[in-house]
Structures are given as structure tokens and as C-alpha cells.
């Protein structure tokens, strides 16, 4: 009998000790993000290659931090590509991720002024109400890998995974 009530005991202490930190990851469609160019200039290679650097370092953030789950969102892929701009669609985000069962979608651009001013913002909503849940921009000076990163990771830290 004494073991019994030690187990339960055991039991309650590990599910009333559990944080609300520890809560289940919310699901998550990410659409990727959109490089919206307004130079004369033709986008570089090395822009292609910095915005898939900054998704992969994105998403990577996002799934450690413990809050988000990414989801497949191939079965409605063939849909993303009537829009141009899928931050900028009047709710086709959130319907396309409530849709596929996830909680979140997440969108975004990086905008090129010119070489040396550039913007990255990063959106996520809630995919039943389209209720910002969380959301950052902020400004680039320069127009290199590391300045690309050193915001993507600002706006994870400061503003999408800030409590």
C-alpha cells in the first residue's frame, strides 16, 4: 500500500511541478518568404541563396525554441503559387494552414531598397482567427550573409520567441 500511495505521490509531483514553458508546440505552416526586389537591379545569386540560408535558419530556429512544429504543407502547395505575396493576401495563409490542421501560419519578406537598405519582417497568425500572434521587423544595413543572419536571429530572439 506504502508503495502505491509513493507512486501516486511521485505522479502528482511531476504533473503539477510541469511549467507552462512545457507546453505542447503549437503546428505551424511555414510558406516561406518572399524577396520583394524595388532596386533596377536583377536579384543576385547570392540573394537567392542568403534567403534560403535565412528560411533554414529560421525554421531551425523556431523547432528549437520548443514552441513550433513544422508541418508539411505539400498537399496545398499547388494553391500557394496563385498568390504572389502570401503575407499580403487577405487571409489565403491562415486558410491555407488551418486547412492543412496547423495552429499557426507563418509568412514573411525581405525587402531590398537598394545595396545598402534592405528590411526583413516576419509574420506569424493564428490560422483559425488570422490574429497576429507574433510577428518582428527590423532594418538591414548591407547586403551579406551575416548581416542576413544577425537579423533573422534578432527578430527570432527580441520578437517572435520573446515571452
Same mark, same amino acid.
Given at each position: 500500500?506504502?508503495? +502505491? =500511495?509513493?507512486?501516486?505521490?511521485?505522479?502528482?509531483?511531476?504533473?503539477?511541478?510541469?511549467?507552462?514553458?512545457?507546453? /505542447? $508546440? *503549437? @503546428?505551424?505552416?511555414?510558406?516561406?518568404?518572399?524577396?520583394?526586389?524595388?532596386?533596377?537591379?536583377?536579384?543576385?545569386?547570392?540573394?537567392?541563396?542568403?534567403?534560403?540560408?535565412?528560411?533554414? +535558419? =529560421?525554421?531551425?530556429?523556431?523547432?528549437?525554441?520548443?514552441?513550433?512544429?513544422?508541418?508539411?504543407?505539400?498537399?496545398? /502547395? $499547388? *494553391? @500557394?503559387?496563385?498568390?504572389?505575396?502570401?503575407?499580403?493576401?487577405?487571409?489565403?495563409?491562415?486558410?491555407?494552414?488551418?486547412?492543412?490542421?496547423?495552429?499557426?501560419?507563418?509568412?514573411?519578406?525581405?525587402?531590398?531598397?537598394?545595396?545598402?537598405?534592405?528590411?526583413?519582417?516576419?509574420?506569424?497568425?493564428?490560422?483559425?482567427?488570422?490574429?497576429?500572434?507574433?510577428?518582428?521587423?527590423?532594418?538591414?544595413?548591407?547586403?551579406?550573409?551575416?548581416?542576413?543572419?544577425?537579423?533573422?536571429?534578432?527578430?527570432?530572439?527580441?520578437?517572435?520567441?520573446?515571452?
Amino acid at each position: 500500500m506504502l508503495s +502505491r =500511495l509513493s507512486l501516486l505521490s511521485a505522479v502528482l509531483v511531476i504533473g503539477l511541478g510541469a511549467s507552462p514553458g512545457m507546453a /505542447e $508546440p *503549437k @503546428t505551424a505552416a511555414f510558406f516561406g518568404l518572399l524577396f520583394i526586389n524595388t532596386t533596377l537591379s536583377e536579384t543576385s545569386e547570392e540573394e537567392q541563396a542568403r534567403m534560403q540560408m535565412v528560411e533554414a +535558419r =529560421l525554421v531551425e530556429g523556431l523547432e528549437s525554441s520548443g514552441k513550433y512544429q513544422l508541418v508539411d504543407i505539400d498537399p496545398v /502547395e $499547388p *494553391k @500557394t503559387r496563385i498568390y504572389s505575396n502570401m503575407s499580403n493576401c487577405n487571409g489565403c495563409d491562415t486558410d491555407l494552414a488551418n486547412e492543412l490542421g496547423a495552429d499557426v501560419a507563418i509568412t514573411g519578406e525581405v525587402q531590398k531598397t537598394s545595396n545598402l537598405i534592405l528590411g526583413m519582417s516576419i509574420y506569424i497568425r493564428d490560422a483559425k482567427t488570422g490574429a497576429l500572434v507574433a510577428g518582428g521587423s527590423a532594418d538591414m544595413r548591407g547586403n551579406n550573409d551575416a548581416i542576413w543572419l544577425r537579423t533573422v536571429n534578432w527578430i527570432l530572439k527580441n520578437r517572435l520567441l520573446n515571452e
